[in-house]
């Protein structure tokens, strides 16, 4: 009988430590048991162009070399952040395996009809830390203005990892710095000279923070002069005040939050002539350097 016993609590035993915890994983897929490598912080690099499949936008030969920056968080096996390249900014998730292969996947919707970038999806990046590379693996990624426009047209680039180098931590409140990006204007004064309503545009906004305030320069159009700015930093958000002088236009409000991996978002109201552009909302806007 104390046999019986002795088996039954052992089985018992290996009964409750056979299913191991796993982290919650986000959009509905299952992450490994474990993982011990660390790929959290600030990796910039290039990855090599091996294909590029589609129409509508200027061919790169293959072996072109083009930049990316990846931001991540991580909570053990799971990843999350966001994939840049160029003007794609995607917010991404993922699972590091076993074998210390992080795999991520993610997608941004696009700004509206006049967003020349469109859709982005990333379909694939697999990385592993590489001692000589940084990191070394291959991604994928979609650009899809079919939904959006009557331009209708796909792109798919295909590359491998060149090089990448972990450079820092997510910065999580400083707005010290360059940021550049896009917008798309939502409302706009009757006969608005370009960008008209649903229109996208670039920017550069040039920071120096001292503190809790900041000043710099704001350029809505390359061709015009910048606009000199002031504002106020609280926590994460960024209040720019009303500015009065420079350039042809002038802002009247600006107020945008960073997220936690470094992207500014939120929306502005600006006035060029007697024309008013109102909740203009941030596209892909990201800290530069």
Not at 7 to 24: E, H, K, Q
Not at 104 to 124: I, Y
Request: proline share 6%; hydrophobic share 35%; charged share 15%.
């Amino acid at each position: 009988m104390k046999r019986l016993i002795y088996f039954a609590a052992i089985a018992a035993l290996v009964a409750c430590n056979s299913t191991p915890r796993t982290p919650t994983a986000p959009d509905g897929l299952s992450p490994p048991a474990t993982t011990v490598t660390p790929f959290a912080g600030v990796w910039t690099g290039e990855y090599r162009l091996t294909a590029q499949i589609g129409g509508g936008r200027r061919p790169s030969p293959p072996g072109t070399l083009l930049p990316f920056t990846l931001r991540l968080d991580q909570a053990g096996a799971v990843l999350r952040g966001n994939f840049q390249t160029g003007s794609v900014l995607i917010d991404v998730g993922g699972f590091i395996d076993d074998d210390g292969t992080m795999s991520l996947q993610g997608t941004a919707p696009g700004l509206g009809p006049g967003d020349f970038v469109g859709a982005a999806t990333l379909t694939k990046f697999h990385a592993r830390v590489d001692a000589a590379s940084g990191l070394k693996g291959d991604l994928e990624y979609r650009l899809d203005r079919t939904a959006e426009t009557s331009l209708g047209f796909s792109t798919v680039f295909a590359g491998d990892i060149a090089t990448a180098e972990r450079t820092k931590l997510i910065p999580q409140s400083a707005f010290d710095g360059t940021w550049g990006g896009s917008f798309v204007v939502r409302q706009c004064s009757a006969s608005c000279l370009p960008p008209h309503a649903g229109e996208t545009s670039g920017f550069t906004l040039n920071l120096r923070q001292s503190g809790s305030t900041v000043a710099g320069l704001l350029e809505l159009r390359a061709s015009e002069p910048a606009v000199h700015v002031t504002g106020q930093v609280e926590g994460n958000r960024l209040v720019l005040d009303a500015s009065t002088t420079g350039g042809t236009y002038r802002i009247l409000e600006w107020a945008t939050e960073r997220d936690r991996y470094g992207r500014m978002v939120g929306t502005f109201t600006y006035q060029q002539g007697e024309h008013v552009r109102r909740a203009v909302q941030l596209g892909t806007v990201s800290l530069m350097h």
